[in-house]
């Protein structure tokens, strides 16, 4: 297959374009390299697919809408993975912009690119964030998702809608992924791993949000990766149970599909704080803070349409995932 990944230079672009590239597929990457986060390690991740046969590289916004244009008009993509995006949920409550532009600016593009060259399949990110205000757990994609509380999930909440459309209006197959707090090797700098890793190391406290009453179903980026590579191997149909009369959410009488991957085991954030103590052999200094802007107490992701339609379920352990975190760390910033 020709890929198009955007956002190859971010933590699960990274990660999917390596693996696909594995598997023997032609992958283009777009980034904007935005400096959000430290572009070096942008510049690193995409330094190692750049080394590999089969990968290209363009530097790209995706709100560039002439841009944009070109590039589906100079290729023929079988699918592509969107996962550019302005990703971070405080950071939507002092940048709002940036969202705007990126997450919806930016996929009206992806969109419009994916209907003109008649692309065969359109995955894209979504986020657990869409689950905003609900409380049922573990939440499911046949749950209403109206009540985000921050404009990074009200974009996510968006494309879901927006793919919805033109999945209606031009028979485009689109499947939105809700990934759940992801992690791992080559991770965000923005995330809690990394900057209690990084404070654990300089003796600096880490911030402890809702006084450490938080759960999170956090997912191995491998795992990430495994349920995106069969999701584009499993292009949606029209369902055939679907009634409009009582709809179901996450599937249509067009091709849509919506699927949760996440590791299906919530963790407190304090135990996720002791496995990362005992994984760098030493103890945090914490400083307890309450709930942030946008922030919501608990995720914990239903992923039974996930194993279900491709057989896959998440696994990895969140102590064997952060091991393998810290001695990533440790290697990369020689700490
Ligand atoms: N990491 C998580 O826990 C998580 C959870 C839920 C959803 N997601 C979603 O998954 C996707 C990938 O997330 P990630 O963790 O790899 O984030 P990331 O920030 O590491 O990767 C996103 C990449 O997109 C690029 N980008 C941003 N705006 C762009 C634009 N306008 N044009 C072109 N490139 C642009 C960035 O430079 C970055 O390299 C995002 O859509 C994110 O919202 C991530």
């Known amino acids: ?45 995409l330094a190692l697919l750049n080394d590999r046969d089969g990968f290209q590289f363009q530097r790209l916004d995706l709100a560039d809408r002439k841009g944009m244009e070109d590039l589906f ?8 993975v969107n996962l550019a995006a302005q990703a971070g949920v405080r950071y939507s409550i002092e940048n709002p912009a940036s969202y705007v532009d990126a997450n919806l600016v930016g996929f009206g593009n992806i969109l419009e690119g994916c209907r003109h060259s008649k692309v065969g399949h359109l995955v894209y ?24 509380i921050s404009l990074y999930a009200a974009s996510k909440k968006a494309n879901e809608l927006m793919a919805h459309t033109y999945s209606y209006l031009y028979n485009l197959p689109c ?30 406290p880490i911030k402890v949000f809702n006084n450490g009453d938080m759960k999170r179903d956090f997912t191995y980026i491998d795992d990430i990766v495994e349920g995106v590579i069969r999701v584009m191997e499993k292009i949606p149909e029209p369902d055939p149970d679907w009634s409009s009369d009582n709809p179901n959410p996450s599937s249509s009488r067009v091709p849509y599909k919506i699927y949760n991957i996440g590791n299906n085991q919530p963790v407190a954030l304090m135990e996720f704080v002791e496995a990362i103590e005992t994984a760098l052999g030493q103890e945090a200094l914490k400083e307890y803070l309450p709930l942030q802007p946008g922030d919501v107490p608990a995720t914990y992701a239903d992923v039974n349409d996930l194993i279900t339609d491709t057989g896959f379920k998440p696994s990895t352990p969140v102590k064997q995932g952060v091991q393998r975190f810290v001695d990533w760390y440790k290697g990369y910033y020689e700490a």
């Open 175 to 204: 499947t939105g992924l809700r990934f759940f707090t992801v992690y791992g090797p080559w991770g965000r700098p923005d995330m809690a791993l990394f900057l209690f890793t990084k404070a654990i190391l300089n003796n600096e």
């Open 125 to 148: 990110a979504s986020s657990s964030s869409v689950y905003g205000l609900n409380t049922n757990m573990p939440f499911s994609v046949r749950h209403n998702v109206d009540h985000p």
């Open 1 to 45: 297959m020709k890929v198009l990944v955007t956002g190859a230079a971010g933590f699960i672009g990274y990660g999917l374009g390596r693996r696909l590239l594995d598997q023997g597929h032609q992958v283009l990457g777009i980034d904007n390299l935005n400096d959000y986060y430290d572009v070096e390690l942008k510049k690193s991740r």
């Open 73 to 80: 008009v100079s290729h023929s993509f079988d699918c592509v």
